[in-house]
């Protein structure tokens, strides 16, 4: 800290200033008693424990996870939340694709409606609810592979889909399509959502972030993308 500290008062570096505010605003967190926000031991998260299905003896983590991200968002410790929806979905093995990964996404997709849906009983200070105000995005890297291999369990595949809700989005809409067979990637019009396999697009993680960025009105490239957005989502 004396080191900081030091380099702080001899130089004008905007980093170091830029660290410093974040390192106060930490503070400022922790005096301000935020971390009774994510007690769950705490009485007073008694009906949003209920709400979320924590301790319910079926729901895990997620359930827990879930709470938090509404906490941090409804009570302005952050703006931008990350939580792991579901775990334990490397299925590589029978055992785990035919009797666990189907009720591990179920509990995720059931974090992911129970925040969506408090977000949505929740008013905003400025008008309409927080869920007007969020975006929710659920994506992974990748999926499971839709051939079983040897050990009937299925391995990783390149392919995936992702889903967006909240936020003025467009409900109900679907964007692109895999293939009938092996689900292959097909190429979308961007301004349509519709396949065109001459001169559409395969839809990355890149133009999802782009196309967030744009109904923010951030139409430059600050994320370094190098894609356009998705014009059937503005």
């Not at 400022?28 to 949003?48: I, K, M, P, Q």
């Not at 952050?78 to 694709?97: E, F, I, N, P, Q």
């Not at 179920?106 to 409606?113: C, H, I, K, T």
């Not at 299925?154 to 889909?161: A, G, L, M, V």
């Amino acid at each position: 800290y004396q080191y900081f500290e030091r380099e702080r008062l001899r130089s004008n570096s905007a980093r170091l200033g830029t660290m410093y505010s974040n390192r106060e605003t930490a503070q400022l967190l922790l005096e301000g008693g935020t971390a009774s926000l994510f007690d769950l031991n705490s009485s007073s998260l008694s009906d949003l424990k209920q709400h979320f299905g924590v301790d319910n003896g079926v729901n895990g983590s997620e359930a827990e996870m879930a709470l938090m991200a509404y906490q941090a968002i409804t009570n302005g410790v952050s703006r931008c939340v990350t939580y792991k929806a579901a775990k334990g979905l490397d299925s590589h093995g029978g055992d785990d694709w035919k009797t666990k990964h189907g009720p591990r996404l179920q509990n995720g997709f059931n974090s992911v409606a129970s925040l969506a849906n408090l977000l949505e009983d929740t008013p905003h200070s400025s008008g309409g609810t927080y869920l007007d105000r969020t975006t929710i995005w659920c994506m992974s890297e990748f999926q499971r592979n839709p051939v079983m291999n040897s050990n009937f369990g299925r391995d990783h595949y390149i392919t995936n889909s992702a889903l967006v809700l909240g936020g003025g989005l467009p409900g109900g809409t679907v964007i692109g399509a895999t293939s009938d067979q092996k689900m292959k990637s097909q190429k979308v019009d961007l301004a349509t959502g519709g396949i065109d396999s001459e001169n559409g697009t395969y839809i990355s993680h890149e133009h999802i972030a782009r196309t967030l960025l744009y109904r923010l009105g951030i139409e430059d490239d600050i994320g370094d993308y190098r894609e356009p957005p998705i014009s059937a989502l503005l």
